[in-house]
């Protein structure tokens, strides 16, 4: 029995809970880990002052939005390499890795040139003042990323092929060891080695400290974060590839693997490019929404960013449990159990529903307090007051917004793609996007209206969406060119 068939059984035989949950636990340890890297570049970045915190609060956006276009076509491998380990096509697995590899290389260097020269003109577009320290700070660090894109992009990559093989315990052992490196680093590289407080955390004060404040390196700021980044990520990047190549964890790629394929290429880019889509909308929707919030007022936006914040923490078992159906969806199809597939999202969100009634419970029951863990000071009762609303009106609709991501993890692991796209399209704008402005402008509700359009746009979507997997024509699989388009087309026309 080879590597493949072995790994396909985990999930395409027996019972489905115990695979899932051990696919999904990792899922959710490396989203953690992930909100941790973003706490520790912030945390030490603030300690350069308000300016330098703007100066990333600026950058993000614009890295999210490009990292979100390169992160849909390492999803594309992720659905190829599940579906082809679930038909135990050994080879092809290898193939669509290589192409995966070869094709995000270039991506990341197009993304690399692109993002570098326009930096400056896309930092303008979203409020910076040119001449103006944050504006300045803005443009090295987005840059700096920019040139180390490939590394960021290159451990995605390794990520998603593993997520598609069923091993997402190896991403995160890396991940560990990611984050660490980062938060040793950041202090270091940020503020320098004089008046560092780390050193006095850690125990390392007096002759040691001295020596090394004698060196008279007086750290790199804002530009010292994104070279930790860079750094921290580019390492995991390159032990992933290494592994990849030494075979040591299932997929084993030869240089054969990397010759370009554009057959393969194309295949890649007509499932990742709605996934691209998908993603880069999700992002430029916050931005869409913290502007009609911003009508209401500072409080307002105050209260929804705290409300999101804490959403994105809750929502992590949700994130990790929709990543799994994706592999375990995609494998169960390659094999031809379609019905072990359907079975899939049924148990996946039945779990998830049970637990976010509780949450859902305990959040609405705590809502001022929770809010208040994050404001304190003058000011902070208004915002409390909004951000309680908030919690209140969202939180109820969470387990049906489970329901929603375990449905569109199964349309990423069919390789409907377009279909998830244009559900994620008509979620944002059609359902939330207008929604809220009517609610917020037309009616005058206010905050509350945007509230309320939030959760109405969490039901239509999961509605919308379970019409379309009912109809049951996300079930055929992608691995055939032709099957995989009419798959596409369909389901996206149908929308339409």
Not at 436 to 447: D, P
Not at 449 to 459: K, R, T
């Amino acid at each position: 029995m080879t590597a493949t068939s072995e790994q396909s059984e985990r999930f395409t035989q027996g019972s489905l809970l115990w695979p899932l949950l051990t696919l999904a636990a990792p899922l959710v340890a490396t989203q953690l880990l992930q909100t941790l890297y973003n706490i520790a570049d912030t945390f030490w970045v603030g300690r350069l002052g308000q300016e330098a915190v703007s100066a990333l609060s600026f950058s993000w956006p614009i890295v999210f939005l490009l990292l979100g276009i390169g992160g849909g076509m390492t999803g594309a491998g992720t659905i190829l390499i599940s579906q082809n380990t679930g038909a135990e096509n050994d080879d092809e697995v290898s193939h669509v890795a290589g192409q995966t590899l070869v094709f995000v290389t270039f991506l990341s260097v197009a993304l690399a040139a692109v993002g570098y020269v326009l930096t400056p003109t896309l930092l303008q577009v979203i409020g910076t003042e040119p001449g103006t320290a944050i504006h300045e700070m803005s443009v090295t660090y987005t840059r700096y990323v920019f040139l180390g894109i490939y590394f960021m992009l290159g451990f995605f990559v390794f990520q998603a092929l593993l997520r598609g093989w069923g091993d997402t315990k190896t991403p995160m052992y890396l991940m560990v060891g990611s984050v660490a490196l980062n938060v040793v680093l950041d202090p270091i590289l940020i503020l320098g080695f004089a008046d560092n407080p780390l050193f006095a955390w850690v125990g390392l004060e007096g002759v040691a400290a001295s020596a090394l404040a004698a060196t008279g390196f007086t750290g790199l700021g804002v530009e010292g974060a994104a070279i930790a980044t860079i750094f921290s990520r580019g390492l995991a990047a390159v032990l992933g590839l290494w592994l990849l190549f030494s075979g040591h964890v299932g997929i084993e790629l030869s240089l054969s693997d990397l010759r370009p394929d554009f057959a393969a290429i194309r295949k890649l880019v007509r499932i990742g490019a709605p996934l691209s889509v998908e993603t880069s909308t999700q992002a430029l929707s916050v931005t869409v929404m913290t502007a009609l919030v911003a009508i209401v007022g500072a409080d307002a936006v105050a209260a929804y960013g705290i409300g999101g914040r804490f959403a994105s923490l809750v929502w992590l078992p949700m994130v990790g449990m929709g990543m799994a159906v994706e592999t375990v969806v995609g494998q169960n199809l390659g094999a031809g159990e379609r019905a072990r597939a359907r079975r899939t999202v049924f148990l996946a969100s039945g779990i998830l529903v049970g637990l976010f009634l509780v949450v859902s419970a305990l959040t609405v029951s705590f809502a001022p307090a929770i809010v208040g863990v994050f404001i304190t000071g003058e000011g902070a009762a208004a915002v409390v007051d909004h951000g309680a609303d908030y919690l209140r009106i969202v939180a109820p609709t969470w387990a049906v917004m489970a329901v929603f991501h375990m449905i569109n993890g199964a349309f990423h692991g069919a390789g409907s793609t377009r279909l998830s796209m244009v559900l994620g399209l008509l979620t944002m704008w059609g359902f939330r996007a207008a929604a809220a402005t009517v609610l917020v402008i037309v009616v005058g509700m206010g905050a509350p209206g945007a509230w309320y359009g939030i959760a109405a746009s969490n039901v239509a979507a999961t509605v919308a969406a379970a019409v379309f997997f009912f109809r049951g024509r996300w079930l055929d699989d992608v691995i055939d060119d032709e099957a995989g388009e009419d798959v596409g087309d369909s389901e996206s026309a149908a929308v339409a």
